[in-house]
């Protein structure tokens, strides 16, 4: 009986991930302008850098860190899907706390959602070839596309067609919604908290560091590429840092449920969340543009 509660609890984690993955996507898609997006578009430089920072740069970083540090292949998953997952909804608000463009950062983030539909699980099949042995491990690729469809691209598709064609509503619900998908972020923080505590008190330390080589390694990268504009700089950094840990979960719950991928991007995301308002505060109250040398 006390198995069937857990599995009951775990399908209930799994559903508000869902849940609030969709509600962010819905609000930023509610909070998004046809024109600042069509300008993002049209910039073609922005598109570039963002691809190469999060689909290729970051990729390679992540599997560069595991052949270091090689951890157990399960752990290797986790890491693996965060690398290939970019576009969190949770980096606008640190993106705003750090004074950079959030019409941007969202214009940018439904690019790369746009994008992940279909380059995340390419990416995830070529690094697990390489990574691991044919037979070692199985993902549903097809369900993975499904999935980034149905809780990423329809909810965002969804909530700009409305901002369109309801302007007045969408401006008047936006702040509510953005309540909503904030509280049912936090509640699922804490359920996940409650389902994984244990397993995150096992972590290893060297996990743990791996963890946050990645994070700053990501900040990093988003430095690299961020561009001589200040905000939009700023944006960057921001948007590559923070992975989209919700829809990595979601990934990894679908396929290796119960499995330490699950517990490593559960502990990736909190370190995420704690990691992107301090480095978020730091922006703010250090000029460290300046040490770029950024114009």
Request: with cysteine; net charge positive; proline share 4%.
């Amino acid at each position: 009986m006390k198995v069937k509660c857990g599995m009951d609890f775990l399908t209930i984690v799994k559903f508000m991930a869902a849940l609030s993955l969709v509600s962010l996507m819905f609000w930023m898609g509610m909070k998004a302008k046809f024109v600042d997006v069509l300008a993002s578009a049209k910039n073609l430089k922005l598109i570039g850098l963002g691809v190469l920072a999060n689909f290729i740069l970051v990729p390679i970083f992540t599997l560069g860190l595991l052949h270091i540090f090689p951890p157990h292949n399960l752990v290797c998953v986790g890491f693996l899907v965060l690398a290939v997952c970019p576009g969190a909804p949770v980096g606008l608000p640190f993106v705003a706390i750090a004074r950079g463009d959030v019409s941007v950062a969202i214009s940018q983030m439904i690019i790369l959602c746009t994008i992940s539909v279909f380059l995340s699980p390419l990416l995830l099949g070529l690094l697990f070839k390489y990574l691991f042995k044919e037979d070692d491990l199985v993902i549903d690729y097809l369900k993975v596309i499904q999935t980034l469809f149905l809780i990423q691209i329809l909810p965002l598709t969804l909530g700009f067609f409305l901002h369109h064609k309801a302007p007045i509503f969408a401006e008047r619900s936006i702040k509510v919604l953005g309540m909503l998908s904030n509280l049912l972020l936090i509640i699922t923080v804490l359920l996940i908290l409650r389902v994984e505590y244990e397993t995150l008190t096992m972590i290893r330390f060297l996990d743990w560091m791996v963890m946050l080589i990645l994070f700053f390694g990501s900040l990093g990268i988003g430095w690299l590429c961020g561009g001589s504009d200040k905000r939009i700089h700023t944006t960057m950094v921001i948007t590559t840092g923070i992975r989209n840990a919700a829809i990595a979960l979601v990934i990894v719950s679908n396929n290796f449920s119960g499995t330490p991928a699950v517990t490593i991007v559960v502990a990736h995301s909190l370190l995420c969340i704690l990691g992107g308002f301090s480095f978020a505060y730091f922006l703010r109250l250090v000029p460290i543009i300046k040490l770029g040398q950024v114009k």
